[in-house]
């Protein structure tokens, strides 16, 4: 057949008789014409552009900007490509019906579409480099195109052409979008003003973009970028080469920062409390606020979505459209006959729909259309939760700055309360946001889709509806109980970390005592309940799994067997497979509901709780200490000749106070008002509680001087210092803060001094999670002067100089890894750094030992805060300061007591002054017990501990061995990234083989089984209604009746097992992963209960913790579910592929390339995913920090009023985490849109293969209807393993423990073989002992050879690292003996079983721990003994008056780590723990170094008398404490140096012994 562009069946094709116009052919011919015009214009502008452009690739990104009209300009390019995929259509269809090819009919439509499209790339390339003048040639282009369409609808209108022609309509409408086109490039000129105008409009990119640290994109690409995320790519490419980090997701766009959506937040919601306020029992809405604040995105999110719900319809009604047109192609081949009239080739609309190719492309377009809106509203939605998140967040922290103290002292707000706003109320908002689109649009799916289901099956259709709809009640049910199992588990778990926690730090003494198995036991009789309620947890996820899989077979079931029965007409396959579709659509919303309602009660709950909390009171305003007043001050120059007395420390107080005078420092003058810095007048303040705490205060505190606020133990000295600042209730009087300007030469001090802020530092120390150099300037210049003189005073120094990293270093949270002294010195050295005229300190001698309050008080107050002239008010209870105070407030119950210089007090209250005097008596005395014991050096060596575990223990390994690790570690970089994109299947394995095989192979079989049998019901659905069909011509009744039963027995049976498959599956993977987990933990305890101690000591606390807790929690709660979505969603993919295959080869062909496609797109998205959900978990923790942090530190921020300082922080902490969370949705939008393409294609060629190549139609609508599912499911195959991945990361972890070498704990000989009462006499022998801490290492102690007879008393001594107390572990095995030997009466050590040789030997180690439980638990946790020796135990160590007056006696409580106790208490009650062991030998390591003098002559006196006939040895830390002994030996470097009783060892002048013993004299 020759081509021929006007067809060659037609001799009147050419004939222009009647006029050009008139002419069918020549005016489609015209059409081609501004096409052509627009390819030869574009081409060449865009060679030469791409040709210059790639050199400078990233330019465009400062000069994007969108001309006026951008998106609409869009739509309108995108519906014109649509019409001309339509015209092209229309004319190839109408062409078949042709004797001869007519290229008219479809070559213009064609070029149309190739020009349509060159222009919106033209369009693009022009915005980006903002070249506007181009603009023109499009200009042109759409007024031809214009003209030409126009004269082509005027001739249709002339021949009377009807309107139901398809040709007609598409013709009309491309004159209307290209009229609309031209109209919007008219308004570019006109806005722009680029040509014709004199002065071109100048326009600058948006703020945004001028600031390159912005890379979120999503608002400032074109729309086409915009819907399929484009501007991702590189990110998510990049992510491959290297690690996504805060740098490379840069800052938020200043539309979404939460400082934008606050203030849009606070007006609106401003707006609702002028609503209501003349209301006074109506509350303000928070909905109406957040409504007119974020209501358009919202709209816009619905619109969207309604618009997605609706386009899904398509699908159901495509196939029906396919496979009935099918049908009828088969049924009547060679009925039509061609059409022979050329001209009138004009089609109508539903001929043209009724063609199945057609229908294949429109349902290709709808797929990717629906998709396109429904990423797009998730989008918007997420978004606007973001940023509502944002908002709120920044709401809930300038309340919490202003809450009233007694707000949150009184208990009506607790920090636990404000940190759930934040973590959980929040987020419940944000979620529900996500979800609220659904609320709307999901009862207008249901309704529509059982609109459809009816107009498809009649009544029958009702009934499956009835099902869903009945069974969805229960699934909210299930939802509900999922909470509660939820909320049990926690409350097991946290009880199960807390005795971890124990076990873990009291680990060497649980070792060296053989109680390993006592508290192993204890964790695990918590674990097994915690696991019985994930029992009930993990029987409801999988009943709610059950429930999604089973309802569409049962309703399905329900409906067709219905149909079979109340109908006469045999069901057709298009019927049946656009019904099964419908079942499909309708289980989502229905599944979803029940979530959606929940989270709706949820939020609604939240949204009272928020509004409760920012309804509640706040602190007044303190308005007289507003102004900003700034002085100028004389910069810290010395002040020379203003000595401060020193303090004699030999001479006992009460004289220094007869012989006390008026300090040299100040001349005594009348105190004028001018002196005065703050002065009350008649108040009473109170708690809130409008009772007064404080009344009828009148006092005053004079400029530049040091006041002193002392009384006894809660008479209102703090509140008093919070009653200055405004924290408390006035209920009447008035806080006067002086205004006047200090002129001291302010020429030389250009630096001013804040006014109106005090600095404070809090009796309970407060500190922020930041180095320590931070928390002492806390906002303030760095001066390392100032600095240096600061944290001398404060005796810092020492402290720092411990820490890793020095002042550098982080102090965790809430100074956990400081003791309560250290932290209290870091706040007051807060105080005096600050430049403020004012410092309050409450108190800051409370936790510290004599030596430091001295130095404190002479450096730091006496020197630093008086040479600055500056006002101090000290709340005090060490009266020995007294003599320094230039004036004293003395409280009592709540009012001044006395006020003025102590010479007033003297004289005017003699009584007052001697009972100071009396007081000052005893703290003498507590003094002279006191100078002994140096608490600080104690927590300086805790502190060594804490930070330096490893080096206290062993000394470092040798460097090369270092050298030789890092090596490998920056082994080739390919071999991380090929690490960084594979999945961890190896640990994927060993997860599921620790459920056990049998469960394994359950789950495997199970799954397979229940997806055969679902494909199963679909298959005989297919044979079954084209079997009807075909009988349908023989029309034999019995045959029919009994096919029927027959075939609806068939299907009844598959679908009853389908159900019950469903709920068996789902109930094996949920009891795998609890065996799993179960084994997991069981495996990781008991390994880590018998660790070597050489692994406590290298592994940091909190890691193993983390193992415990939060990787715990992931195989406990997480996996499961991800492992069974992940295995639905890839069998179900599978199958379809699998039946699409089957019923058309040839769509394996198609599949390759897609196949490629997908396993790109999962590569890539897996690596970027894993990073993004990292920086997102990594940004949270900081924020929830910053909450509670400054909740707690509220009275000091607002002391310091460092306020917007606090919130400048908050809002970079919350941007931070809100641009991880943004991109991580943007890149699950990136996925899903690409996945929904995929799937789109997919379904493009399934369908087209199987009308080509189908064998029934029946297999048709098979085909399609699994490839329908296959969009659904694709995304979450992705999704899933990422998930998995990210989750089987704590498997890893866990493992790593697993393959930890545990210790010998078997002997050569049997337990039974040792005699009961082994060792009896107590005699060691060590014969040549060499040790060390680990094969790799350097030996610790070489040939020590020594003999103890029995109840010899033993001291050895010696330096730091010498070996002491390798050598007390030696006697345990707790270290690796490699040569020589230790033997105990007659047994060498290292035969015996490890429990029977560290059950039977007695060690007090130099910490003493304590477990929380009652006393008798702590003496005897084996409950072997009687309360009589229990007693005997407690009177041995002197505490038995102290526990017989605890509630309980020996059944008092101990609390965590024994606080409730004092160190020298819990010090007595190990010695007694060692008493009640009736053990021969008895090891003392270092056991006196951490308790004062007194404690210490106790434990001396109990050695010698209670163990007189065991055998002791003592490792000293002070060498007194063995000059006693029998028997001293003096050790370095692992080797004995000096060995023999202690009085020859001291008559050798040049002795190592003797030398120590004079030095710690």
């Known amino acids: 057949m020759r081509l021929a562009f006007c067809g060659n069946d037609n001799a009147s094709a050419y004939n222009i008789s009647a006029g050009v116009l008139r002419n069918v052919c020549f005016v489609d011919a015209l059409n081609l014409v501004p096409h052509v015009f627009l390819l030869f214009i574009t081409f060449p502008i865009l060679f030469i552009g791409w040709g210059s452009q790639s050199s400078k690739v990233q330019i465009h990104h400062n000069t994007w900007l969108h001309f006026p009209g951008h998106n609409l300009r869009w739509i309108l390019t995108f519906t014109l490509l649509f019409v001309h995929v339509c015209e092209i259509a229309e004319g190839i269809v109408s062409d078949t019906q042709m004797k001869s090819r007519h290229l008219h009919l479809f070559l213009p439509a064609i070029m149309g579409f190739v020009a349509a499209t060159v222009s919106i790339v033209y369009y693009h390339n022009i915005e980006t480099s903002n070249f506007p003048k181009l603009l023109l040639a499009l200009f042109l282009y759409w007024i031809m195109a214009f003209v030409t369409k126009t004269i082509k609808l005027v001739r249709y209108c002339q021949d009377g052409v009807p309107f139901s022609?398809?040709?007609?309509?598409?013709?009309?409408?491309?004159?209307?979008?290209?009229?609309l086109l031209m109209a919007v490039e008219i308004n570019v000129i006109r806005v722009r003003r680029y040509v014709f105008f004199m002065n071109p409009q100048k326009v600058k990119p948006p703020e945004d973009l001028q600031d390159l640290g912005v890379r979120f994109l999503q608002p400032f690409v074109n729309l086409l970028s915009k819907a399929t995320y484009w501007w991702m790519n590189t990110l998510i490419i990049s992510a491959h080469k290297k690690p996504v980090d805060l740098k490379a997701i840069g800052k938020l766009p200043i539309a979404m920062r939460a400082l934008t959506n606050y203030v849009c937040l606070k007006e609106a919601y401003e707006e609702q409390k002028k609503k209501v306020a003349d209301q006074p029992n109506r509350s303000p809405s928070i909905w109406l606020a957040i409504y007119s604040a974020f209501g358009r995105p919202i709209l816009l999110s619905s619109t969207f979505r309604y618009l997605a719900d609706l386009l899904g319809f398509a699908g159901p009604l495509c196939i029906s459209g396919i496979v009935q047109g099918f049908q009828n192609t088969t049924n009547n081949t060679n009925t039509t006959e061609k059409v022979k009239d050329p001209s009138n080739s004009y089609l109508s609309s539903d001929v043209f729909l009724r063609n199945v190719y057609v229908l294949a492309v429109l349902l290709f377009l709808a797929l990717i259309l629906q998709r396109t809106f429904l990423q797009a509203s998730y989008y918007v939605t997420t978004e606007t939760g973001i940023n509502l998140r944002g908002a709120l967040l920044a709401m809930i922290y300038n309340k919490i700055l202003r809450l009233s103290t007694s707000n949150l002292s009184m208990g009506e707000m607790t920090l636990g309360q404000i940190n759930n706003l934040v973590a959980i109320e929040t987020n419940q908002l944000m979620w529900f946001l996500f979800l609220c689109p659904n609320l709307w649009a999901m009862p207008v799916q249901i309704i529509m889709g059982v609109i459809l289901l009816y107009n498809l099956l009649g009544e029958s259709a009702l009934v499956g509806a009835a099902v869903i709809v009945l069974l969805a009640p229960i699934q909210y049910f299930i939802a509900t109980k999922l909470a509660e199992a939820q909320k049990s588990t926690l409350d097991y778990s946290t009880e199960r970390l807390k005795k971890t926690n124990e076990i873990l730090k009291g680990i060497k003494l649980l070792k060296l005592y053989a109680w390993e198995h006592i508290f192993c036991t204890s964790v695990e009789e918590t674990r097994m309940k915690e696991l019985t309620s994930l029992k009930t947890f993990a029987l409801h996820t999988s009943l709610s799994i059950f429930m999604n899989a089973a309802i569409p077979i049962a309703a399905v079931l329900a409906t067709f067997v219905t149909y079979a029965y109340t109908n006469d007409k045999p069901l057709q396959p298009a019927q049946a497979f656009a019904s099964l579709s419908l079942f499909h659509i309708l289980v989502t919303p229905l599944f979803l509901l029940s979530t959606v309602v929940r989270f709706a009660v949820k939020a609604i709950i939240s949204v009272q709780k928020l509004n409760e909390f920012l309804l509640s009171d706040e602190i007044g305003d303190d308005s007289w200490r507003g102004g900003d007043g700034s002085v100028a001050y004389e910069s810290c120059k010395k002040h020379t000749g203003l000595h401060t007395k020193a303090i004699n420390r030999r001479q006992p107080l009460r004289y220094q106070l007869e012989s006390y005078e008026q300090p040299i420092r100040k001349q005594t003058r009348p105190v004028e008002i001018d002196d005065i810095a703050i002065k009350v007048t008649n108040g009473y303040f109170s708690w809130g509680s409008g009772l007064a705490t404080l009344s009828n205060i009148n006092i005053r505190i004079p400029t530049g001087q040091m006041t002193m606020i002392v009384g006894q133990v809660g008479c209102g000295k703090s509140s008093l210092l919070l009653a200055i600042l405004g924290e408390m209730q006035t209920l009447e009087g008035k806080v006067h803060w002086n205004n006047v300007n200090e002129t001291e030469s302010s020429f030389e001090a250009p630096r001013s001094r804040n006014r109106y802020s005090v600095a404070y530092a809090a009796q309970k120390p407060w500190l922020l999670n930041a180095t320590v150099e931070e928390n002492i300037i806390f906002g303030s210049p760095f001066n390392k002067q100032r600095y240096k003189a600061v944290t001398d005073a404060c005796s810092l120094q020492p402290d720092i100089d411990l820490l890793p990293f020095g002042d550098q270093t982080e102090i965790g949270e809430r100074g956990i890894n400081l003791s309560g002294g250290q932290r209290q010195r870091i706040c007051v050295a807060r105080a005096l750094y600050q430049n403020t005229n004012i410092v309050f300190l409450d108190d800051p001698f409370s936790a510290l030992d004599i030596h430091l309050s001295d130095h404190l008080m002479q450096e730091g107050i006496l020197k630093f805060l008086q040479e600055d002239k500056r006002t101090l008010v000290l709340v005090t209870h060490k009266l020995q300061y007294l003599p320094h105070a230039d004036w004293i407030i003395a409280m009592k119950d709540g009012m001044v007591l006395r006020e003025g210089t102590l010479k007033d007090i003297q004289n005017k209250d003699t009584e007052l002054y001697e009972h100071w005097k009396t007081l000052m008596n005893r703290q003498d005395q507590e003094l002279e017990k006191e100078m002994e014991a140096d608490q600080t050096t104690l927590e300086r060596k805790t502190l060594r501990r804490a930070m330096y575990p490893r080096e206290s223990k062993a000394q470092l390994e040798d460097e090369d061995e270092e050298e030789e690790e890092e090596e490998d570690e920056d082994d080739n970089m390919s071999t991380v990234l090929r690490l960084r994109t594979k999945m961890p299947w190896k640990t994927c394995w060993r997860y599921l083989t620790s459920g056990g095989f049998f469960l394994l192979f359950l789950m495997i079989f199970s799954k397979l089984l229940k997806h055969s049998v679902i494909v199963a019901i679909d298959y005989w659905l297919a044979t079954w209604t084209?079997?009807?069909?075909?009988?349908?011509?023989?029309?034999?009744?019995?045959?029919?009746?009994?096919?029927?039963?027959?075939?609806?027995?068939?299907?009844?049976?598959?679908?009853?097992?389908?159900?019950?498959?469903?709920?068996?599956?789902?109930?094996?993977?949920?009891?795998?992963?609890?065996?799993?987990?179960?084994?997991?933990?069981?495996?990781?305890?008991?390994?880590?209960?018998?660790?070597?101690?050489?692994?406590?000591?290298?592994?940091?606390?909190?890691?193993?913790?983390?193992?415990?807790?939060?990787?715990?929690?992931?195989?406990?709660?997480?996996?499961?579910?991800?492992?069974?979505?992940?295995?639905?969603?890839?069998?179900?993919?599978?199958?379809?592929?699998?039946?699409?295959?089957?019923?058309?080869?040839?769509?394996?062909?198609?599949?390759?390339?897609?196949?490629?496609?997908?396993?790109?797109?999962?590569?890539?998205?897996?690596?970027?995913?894993?990073?993004?959900?990292?920086?997102?978990?990594?940004?949270?923790?900081?924020?929830?920090?910053?909450?509670?942090?400054?909740?707690?530190?509220?009275?000091?921020?607002?002391?310091?009023?460092?306020?917007?300082?606090?919130?400048?922080?908050?809002?970079?902490?919350?941007?931070?985490?809100?641009?991880?969370?943004?991109?991580?949705?943007?890149?699950?939008?990136?996925?899903?849109?690409?996945?929904?393409?995929?799937?789109?294609?997919?379904?493009?060629?399934?369908?087209?293969?199987?009308?080509?190549?189908?064998?029934?139609?029946?297999?048709?609508?098979?085909?399609?209807?699994?490839?329908?599912?296959?969009?659904?499911?694709?995304?979450?195959?992705?999704?899933?393993?990422?998930?998995?991945?990210?989750?089987?990361?704590?498997?890893?972890?866990?493992?790593?423990?697993?393959?930890?070498?545990?210790?010998?704990?078997?002997?050569?000989?049997?337990?039974?073989?040792?005699?009961?009462?082994?060792?009896?006499?107590?005699?060691?022998?060590?014969?040549?002992?060499?040790?060390?801490?680990?094969?790799?290492?350097?030996?610790?102690?070489?040939?020590?050879?020594?003999?103890?007879?029995?109840?010899?008393?033993?001291?050895?001594?010696?330096?730091?690292?010498?070996?002491?107390?390798?050598?007390?572990?030696?006697?345990?095995?707790?270290?690796?003996?490699?040569?020589?030997?230790?033997?105990?009466?007659?047994?060498?050590?290292?035969?015996?079983?490890?429990?029977?040789?560290?059950?039977?030997?007695?060690?007090?180690?130099?910490?003493?721990?304590?477990?929380?439980g009652s006393i008798r638990f702590n003496l005897d946790p084996e409950c072997k003994c009687t309360d009589d020796r229990l007693w005997e135990a407690l009177e041995i160590a002197q505490l038995k008056n102290m526990v017989k007056s605890l509630p309980g006696g020996l059944d008092a409580m101990v609390t965590e780590g024994g606080e409730n106790f004092s160190v020298g208490q819990r010090q007595l009650f190990c010695l007694a723990r060692a008493f009640v062991r009736k053990s021969s030998i008895l090891i003392m390591d270092e056991a006196t170094a951490s308790i004062d003098m007194a404690t210490e002559n106790i434990l001396q006196k109990v050695v010698m008398t209670a163990f007189a006939d065991r055998t002791v040895v003592t490792i000293a830390h002070r060498v007194h404490t063995i000059l006693t002994a029998d028997l001293v030996i003096v050790m370095k470097r692992g080797n004995i140096l000096e060995y023999d009783t202690p009085e020859n060892l001291l008559s050798q002048e040049d002795g190592i012994f003797a030398s120590f013993v004079r030095a710690d004299m």
């Open 165 to 179: 022609q398809l040709r007609f309509c598409i013709t009309g409408i491309m004159v209307i979008l290209y009229g």
């Open 1026 to 1412: 084209s079997m009807d069909n075909a009988n349908e011509v023989r029309n034999a009744d019995e045959v029919k009746s009994t096919n029927k039963t027959y075939h609806v027995a068939v299907f009844s049976i598959l679908s009853g097992a389908g159900i019950v498959l469903c709920l068996i599956t789902s109930l094996t993977v949920e009891w795998m992963g609890l065996t799993a987990a179960k084994n997991l933990h069981h495996n990781l305890l008991n390994k880590i209960i018998l660790g070597p101690i050489r692994f406590f000591d290298m592994t940091p606390l909190g890691l193993i913790l983390n193992r415990f807790s939060a990787d715990t929690n992931i195989i406990d709660q997480h996996i499961p579910p991800t492992l069974e979505s992940l295995t639905r969603s890839t069998l179900l993919c599978l199958s379809a592929i699998g039946m699409i295959s089957y019923a058309t080869p040839w769509f394996l062909v198609a599949l390759v390339p897609l196949g490629i496609a997908f396993y790109f797109i999962q590569k890539y998205f897996r690596v970027a995913s894993k990073d993004l959900q990292e920086l997102d978990d990594s940004t949270q923790l900081p924020l929830l920090c910053h909450f509670s942090e400054t909740a707690e530190g509220l009275t000091t921020i607002r002391a310091f009023r460092h306020e917007a300082r606090f919130k400048q922080r908050m809002l970079e902490l919350t941007d931070t985490n809100n641009i991880a969370y943004l991109f991580l949705s943007a890149a699950n939008r990136w996925l899903e849109v690409r996945t929904d393409y995929l799937g789109a294609c997919i379904v493009l060629t399934a369908a087209v293969t199987s009308i080509t190549e189908g064998p029934n139609s029946g297999f048709v609508g098979l085909g399609l209807l699994y490839a329908l599912t296959i969009t659904n499911y694709l995304n979450w195959v992705v999704r899933n393993l990422a998930d998995l991945e990210v989750q089987m990361g704590a498997v890893k972890k866990v493992h790593s423990f697993l393959n930890m070498e545990s210790e010998n704990y078997d002997g050569y000989l049997d337990p039974s073989q040792v005699p009961k009462d082994w060792p009896q006499e107590g005699e060691i022998k060590i014969e040549n002992l060499c040790v060390r801490y680990e094969n790799n290492l350097k030996p610790v102690l070489k040939h020590v050879k020594a003999y103890i007879k029995p109840g010899q008393k033993v001291g050895i001594c010696g330096r730091t690292g010498s070996g002491k107390s390798s050598l007390s572990l030696a006697f345990f095995r707790m270290v690796d003996i490699f040569d020589g030997r230790i033997v105990i009466d007659g047994i060498d050590i290292s035969k015996l079983p490890l429990h029977t040789l560290r059950s039977r030997l007695s060690i007090i180690l130099q910490d003493p721990i304590l477990f929380s």
